[in-house]
């Protein structure tokens, strides 16, 4: 198949772009799963923008939502993007409404929720469920925009490149191999114009509040095809994901309790009902994340205790049900009343704040290949996100990629003499006949990770967990190459080589900065005040 523009994810990154790009060209979207399964549509929280007409706090200022992104980021925003992005904020509230989101009203004015680390009430929201939301509107729209196809159960093996294909010019994208989920075959789609939007690697760690569908796809894809990738280290662990040892199934083990919770007043206590996060920052339980998941690290090591609690009690009645119907709902459901009882949370793997490197505009350092969204590494994050950073940021750079794009490479206009791509060969191979194998390095990669290269760490750790991930892509790597390519295959292999980069890029930082804390060298060093780049050469 042949597209203009080939978009790999169906989050708010690659629709916001794909609806954009239609109007330019045939655009192909691929998920690898169902429209559904992104990191978007799981977010609960809200999108972060100060918007003149609805600003509500005279003190508030699209100034001061850069100064509270500049403070989170720990020094290592790229100031020039934070400001890019954040001044178009309105622009892309706007983009998001024209595709039908629903953000809460108060008659004609947005309801504006306030979360960690901003020192405003700048949220817009759709009650507990605004990716959900966003999802929704994107989706409908796309599945009703000409030029315009979204394939669901296509997952992309690889990217392929004009270098891989023995081409001596510059090395640029020129489409994918993709396997066909429902029939098990592998097709070529080739474009000029590929879009890395694929999300994030939650699914690296054992305990995430990512869907089971955050296998780091987007980084690993970029990797492999040349792409410099940046500040893989800076792992954001959410600090209330809801702790429940007993129950089973997805939502059980990674149910997401928003910040937005604590936004509204929501304090974290331990278990003599203490508010211990006042002891480690003076905004307590509304300072940065990485502040407040190593605040919780430290009390439930200090006193051996499994969980914190988030204390919601002291709010009036019905006051949970109607402003968070969902996280309310989810947690009758699993036996909990969080207007009598406090939530017992824990920190889990959220977002990554690194990614495949680019500048503002999205363009990464192979030729007509973009990444955007959470796959990519701005610079707007820096050492962690302030929270309902993300959405936004989606959304603005995906429509300044699609410009620049325009700009480089406008459709109709030859940008290479390529070289025939070959259809994939599946070779004599076998189909996997020991899953058990797979799973257990699956399980091995996790815990490793998240014993290893979790919240603290040690150069010791990190040592230990880069030595047993060598041994164990050369056995996804037999995997690979020995057997028909399946998604378990496919998912292994990239998350192998996320956990790589990211220990890769932690032991190059011998300090503590953000959301890198390491217990080797705890203080923050201006000498690394820069990103972590690894290229491939």
């Known amino acids: 198949m042949t597209a203009d523009f080939l978009v790999i994810g169906a989050g708010v990154a690659g629709l916001s772009f794909a609806l954009r790009a239609a109007r330019h060209g045939p655009v192909i979207v691929l998920t690898k799963g169902g429209a559904y399964e992104s990191n978007t549509a799981w977010a609960q929280g809200g999108i972060a923008s100060v918007l003149e007409e609805t600003r509500r706090d005279p003190g508030d200022s699209v100034e001061s939502h850069v100064a509270d992104t500049l403070d989170a980021g720990a020094g290592l925003c790229r100031e020039a993007a934070v400001r890019a992005i954040i001044g178009e904020g309105a622009a892309a509230i706007r983009d998001l409404t024209d595709h039908g989101v629903e953000f809460d009203r108060a008659n004609s004015h947005f309801l504006l929720g306030r979360e960690g680390g901003h020192s405003h009430r700048r949220i817009l929201h759709a009650r507990d469920t605004t990716g959900r939301e966003i999802a929704r509107a994107l989706i409908e729209t796309a599945r009703q925009t000409p030029n315009l196809t979204l394939l669901e159960d296509h997952f992309v093996i690889d990217l392929i490149t004009s270098g891989k294909l023995g081409a001596v010019a510059e090395d640029r994208v020129l489409g994918a191999y993709v396997l066909e989920k429902k029939t098990g075959e592998v097709r070529v789609f080739r474009s000029d114009r590929v879009i890395l939007a694929a999300g994030g690697c939650g699914k690296v760690y054992l305990y995430t509040t990512n869907p089971d569908s955050a296998t780091g796809d987007g980084v690993a894809l970029g990797w492999r095809a040349g792409a410099s990738v940046a500040n893989m280290e800076f792992i954001q662990f959410h600090p209330t994901c809801f702790y429940n040892p007993g129950a089973t199934g997805p939502e059980a083990r990674s149910f997401l309790v928003s910040e937005a919770v604590r936004g509204e007043g929501g304090v974290l206590i331990n278990a003599k009902g203490e508010d211990f996060t006042r002891k480690i920052d003076p905004r307590g339980s509304l300072a940065p994340r990485d502040i407040?998941?190593?605040?919780?690290?430290?009390?439930?090591?200090?006193?051996?205790?499994?969980?914190?609690?988030?204390?919601?009690?002291?709010?009036?009645?019905?006051?949970?049900?109607?402003?968070?119907?969902?996280?309310?709902?989810?947690?009758?459901?699993?036996?909990?009343?969080?207007?009598?009882?406090?939530?017992?949370?824990?920190?889990?793997?959220?977002?990554?704040?690194?990614?495949?490197?680019?500048?503002?505009?999205?363009?990464?350092?192979?030729?007509?290949?973009?990444?955007?969204?959470?796959?990519?590494?701005?610079?707007?994050?820096?050492?962690?996100?302030?929270?309902?950073?993300?959405?936004?940021?989606?959304?603005?750079?995906?429509?300044?990629?699609?410009?620049?794009?325009?700009?480089?490479?406008?459709?109709?206009?030859?940008?290479?003499?390529?070289?025939?791509?070959?259809?994939?060969?599946?070779?004599?191979?076998?189909?996997?006949?020991?899953?058990?194998?797979?799973?257990?390095?699956?399980?091995?990669?996790?815990?490793?990770?998240?014993?290893?290269?979790?919240?603290?760490?040690?150069?010791?750790?990190?040592?230990?967990?880069?030595?047993?991930?060598?041994?164990?892509?050369?056995?996804?790597?037999?995997?690979?190459?020995?057997?028909?390519?399946?998604?378990?295959?496919?998912?292994?292999?990239?998350?192998?080589?996320?956990?790589?980069?990211?220990?890769?890029?932690?032991?190059?930082?011998?300090?503590?900065?953000?959301?890198?804390?390491?217990?080797?060298?705890?203080?923050?060093?201006?000498?690394?005040?820069?990103?972590?780049?690894?290229?491939?050469?």
């Not at 799973?439 to 603290?456: A, F, G, P, Q």
């Not at 150069?459 to 190459?481: P, Q």
């Open 292 to 537: 407040v998941a190593r605040a919780i690290d430290r009390e439930l090591k200090r006193t051996g205790a499994p969980c914190v609690y988030l204390d919601v009690t002291h709010k009036p009645k019905g006051f949970m049900e109607e402003r968070f119907p969902y996280i309310h709902g989810t947690l009758l459901k699993f036996g909990l009343d969080c207007e009598t009882q406090p939530i017992p949370v824990v920190p889990a793997a959220h977002y990554q704040c690194g990614g495949v490197l680019t500048d503002v505009n999205g363009k990464t350092t192979v030729r007509g290949l973009f990444a955007i969204g959470e796959v990519g590494c701005t610079g707007l994050h820096g050492a962690n996100r302030l929270a309902s950073n993300s959405l936004l940021e989606g959304n603005v750079v995906a429509r300044r990629a699609l410009d620049e794009m325009m700009r480089l490479y406008p459709p109709g206009k030859e940008v290479c003499n390529p070289p025939e791509i070959p259809e994939w060969e599946h070779g004599d191979v076998a189909e996997p006949d020991e899953l058990v194998v797979i799973y257990h390095n699956w399980d091995e990669i996790r815990r490793l990770m998240w014993d290893y290269v979790s919240i603290v760490r040690t150069d010791n750790r990190l040592r230990r967990a880069a030595s047993r991930l060598t041994n164990l892509k050369k056995e996804v790597r037999g995997f690979y190459w020995g057997h028909r390519v399946n998604s378990d295959i496919l998912e292994l292999r990239n998350l192998v080589s996320v956990a790589s980069l990211i220990v890769e890029c932690a032991l190059r930082r011998k300090e503590s900065r953000g959301l890198h804390f390491t217990l080797d060298h705890p203080e923050t060093d201006e000498r690394y005040r820069s990103d972590t780049v690894l290229r491939k050469f």
